[in-house]
């Protein structure tokens, strides 16, 4: 990206786009790479290239073969704790351009590479926001993967990162780029099923048990002490790098934050709500008898007043033959299922009115990230946005782990909880790696 690029961004900050022109510019994106991302990033000329770097090469990987089906992006650095996935990666990479791009361990080694214009993060989820605000402390922008935060405070942080430093900062939650998804929300927000009252949102999946783990020694490719980075540390132990830690509230969200997210985030978007009045969560671990401390079935419901959403999870049974979809709105004049990415419009009675085409389109939502770089206006999933619903998330789990319905102001997004509730608000930091805006 040019030095020019970069003043004009800084310049023409935009506090945020109307409802219209979003979802124009989304769909524009989501009109297919060859026609929407190579017009609006080959505009300004096929010489002026994004070099970004890339942490977290298990889902890091394959954000950049989706990179990859973008015009101008070049990766100039991929980082990760274990470095049989840094020789996987770098193979990845210099196996489709030219250079080949540095391969480091320690992520601090990217924020002082002045060739990097941006950091895609997609660690642990207990590295996002800590990594996120230190990428715009050193100038660069930054694209996270969902969830977004550990935890409600740090989902505060990162969004006073993102404003204090004038950084654009895109969470992963691509659907909000997919031009199906858009096309639905449009419908269910432009009245095709009359008023809206209500959302219901489903996962499910056959999810193994993870074992009880033994201690163990690190393996010799891996640096588990940088692995923990801000977490707190605890002892090594067989099951629980790579994946595992999802299911421990230590490093991870459950499968609320894992997948539920992405249902919670399209379901706001379409209610067009921000913050609720109550949340509760019933449900528990009812199939394995292992380390896994996160519940593996559960209902989460949101009150926001005027409207409700739930969130139904399954991780250890599929449910055959529920058939559930993605998301479904329900409203006075009929309902409206988003069935990811397609949707299916039905009447009160029951009869299929429409069907909207399927097309699923990750590399829009990188796209649109790196266009507001270099527009400066705000991202489909800027990371105010997305800790919207990342909160969702969060207050969940919340009333799961204290057995208690959330209560909370909609008007400061606060709780009005427990002690417990709010010690659970924020974390504990390994010393030296607590979060600073500033």
């Keep these: 990206m040019s030095e020019r690029q970069r003043g004009a961004a800084d310049g023409r900050r935009d506090k945020g786009i109307g409802r219209r022109e979003f979802l124009g510019r989304s769909a524009a994106l989501g009109a297919g790479l060859s026609v929407g991302a190579a017009s609006i990033l080959g505009a300004a000329g096929a010489n002026e290239r994004f070099v970004v770097g890339v942490m977290g090469l298990g889902r890091g990987l394959g954000l950049i073969t ?82 977004g935060s550990h935890n409600p405070r740090e989902g505060e942080l990162m969004v006073a990162a993102a404003r204090r430093h004038d950084r654009v900062v895109q969470m992963g939650n691509q659907r909000r780029s997919w031009p199906s998804v858009i096309e639905a929300i449009e419908k269910v927000r432009g009245g095709a099923i009359g008023t809206v009252r209500s959302a219901r949102c489903w996962y499910s999946s056959r999810r193994g048990s993870i074992g009880k783990g033994k201690p163990a020694e690190v ?49 706001r978007w379409g209610l067009g709500v921000d913050c609720p009045r109550t949340v509760s969560y019933v449900g528990g671990r009812y199939h394995h008898d292992d380390d896994q401390e996160t519940p593996d079935t559960g209902v989460a419901s949101f009150d926001f007043g005027h409207v409700g959403a739930t969130w139904e999870g399954s991780s250890c049974h599929p449910r055959q033959p529920d058939h559930t979809p993605f998301v479904a709105f329900y409203g006075d004049g009929g309902s409206l299922a988003i069935t990811d990415p397609g949707y299916i419009l039905w009447d009160l009675a029951g009869k299929e009115v429409e069907r909207g085409q399927a097309r699923r389109d990750d590399p829009a939502h990188v796209a649109n990230f790196l266009d507001c770089i270099r527009s400066g206006k705000r991202p489909n999933s800027d990371i105010e946005e997305g800790q919207k619903s990342t909160l969702l998330c969060h207050l969940g789990n919340i009333a799961y782990r204290t057995g208690e319905t959330i209560d909370l102001d909609p008007a400061t997004g606060r709780m009005k909880a427990s002690k417990r509730a709010e010690e659970l608000w924020g974390r504990e930091y390994r010393e030296g790696w607590e979060p600073s805006v500033g």
């Excluded at 990859?68 to 351009?97: L, S």
């Excluded at 099951?239 to 459950?254: A, D, K």
């Design 219 to 267: 393996p010799a490719h891996l640096d588990y002490s940088l692995w923990q980075g801000p977490a707190p540390e605890r002892a090594y132990k067989s099951n629980l790098v790579h994946y595992n830690w999802h299911w421990h509230w230590h490093w991870g969200n459950g499968e609320l934050g894992n997948n539920g997210i992405h249902a919670l985030d399209v379901a």
């Design 66 to 147: 989706t990179m990859f089906k973008v015009p101008g992006v070049e990766v100039g650095a991929v980082c990760d704790v274990d470095r049989t996935r840094i020789d996987r990666a770098m193979r990845t990479v210099t196996g489709v351009q030219e250079r080949k791009p540095a391969g480091v361990q320690d992520f601090r080694r990217m924020l002082d590479d002045g060739a990097l214009d941006a950091i895609f993060i997609a660690t642990c989820n207990h590295w996002h926001a800590p990594a996120t605000i230190l990428a715009c402390k050193a100038g660069k922008h930054v694209y996270v993967e969902k969830p």
